[in-house]
């Protein structure tokens, strides 16, 4: 996955369950994101994280909560406070945030049953 | 906060024909300006990017264009072929700041 995985590829939850995403990386990236996509709503950010025990909240952070303990993990928890999780969603890195590219994780499909 | 406008929302060429993308943005001190592909169900990927300094950049068949002074680039791909049926994001960053700004996205549709 070009040295960033995202697990699991597909997820489904049950209403009021917490999941957790999982995005590891060994490009040795500082900078760590989590994005929603929806259909025609583009990228939306939910998390955002500069260096290790540091994160900050994007666009959408509300219903989500994440950690960053170690470099190359960052994972995403989507809770029950979110009312409208099914979603496709990417985890990206970066060397640092500013003026870097993105390589993005194949991402997760979650889905609520 | 940095706001970046994409249009066309959907493209149709034929093959072989030249698709342009535009996106404009508003903040003066955006410095960095990528461009990301996503096939139907993939991850997006940088396909190219283009720094303030400079106002033209060519990777073979793409090619970005950016006029600091209207505040606006554009993304060129000549000779289209059916592989490059996806959708498009342009972004705009700058240093020193958090967060990528990225556009809506275009959907473009290359026809055999």
């Known amino acids: 996955d070009g040295g960033i995985t995202q697990s699991p590829k597909y997820l489904f939850r049950k209403e009021g369950q917490n999941v957790t995403l999982s995005c590891e990386q060994n490009?040795?990236?500082?900078?760590m994101y989590w994005y929603r996509q929806d259909p025609g709503q583009g990228l939306r950010l939910i998390y955002y994280?500069?260096?290790?025990?540091?994160?900050q909240k994007g666009d959408i952070a509300e219903g989500y909560s994440v950690s960053r303990e170690k470099k190359e993990s960052f994972p995403l928890t989507v809770t029950s406070a979110q009312k409208n999780p099914t979603a496709f969603y990417l985890c990206?890195?970066?060397?640092?945030?500013?003026?870097?590219?993105?390589?993005f994780g194949s991402g997760t499909r979650l889905t609520v049953v | 906060g940095e706001n970046v406008e994409q249009h066309p929302s959907t493209l149709s060429v034929q093959e072989g024909d030249s698709a342009v993308i535009k996106c404009t943005y508003s903040?003066?001190?955006?410095?960095?300006f990528p461009w990301y592909k996503q096939e139907l169900g993939k991850r997006p990927q940088l396909i190219i990017d283009?720094?303030?300094?400079?106002g033209e950049k060519k990777d073979q068949r793409i090619a970005v264009t950016l006029n600091k002074t209207a505040k606006h680039f554009s993304l060129h791909i000549t000779e289209t072929q059916p592989e490059d049926s996806a959708v498009y994001f342009c972004?705009?960053?700058?240093?020193?700041?958090?967060?990528?700004?990225f556009g809506i996205g275009t959907k473009l549709q290359v026809i055999p």
């Open positions: 903040d003066s001190a955006s410095n960095y």
């Open positions: 283009i720094r303030s300094n400079v």
């Open positions: 994280s500069q260096i290790v025990n540091d994160f």
């Open positions: 990206a890195s970066s060397i640092s945030t500013g003026e870097y590219g993105y390589t």
């Open positions: 972004a705009a960053s700058r240093r020193g700041y958090q967060k990528v700004t």
């Open positions: 490009l040795n990236h500082d900078a």
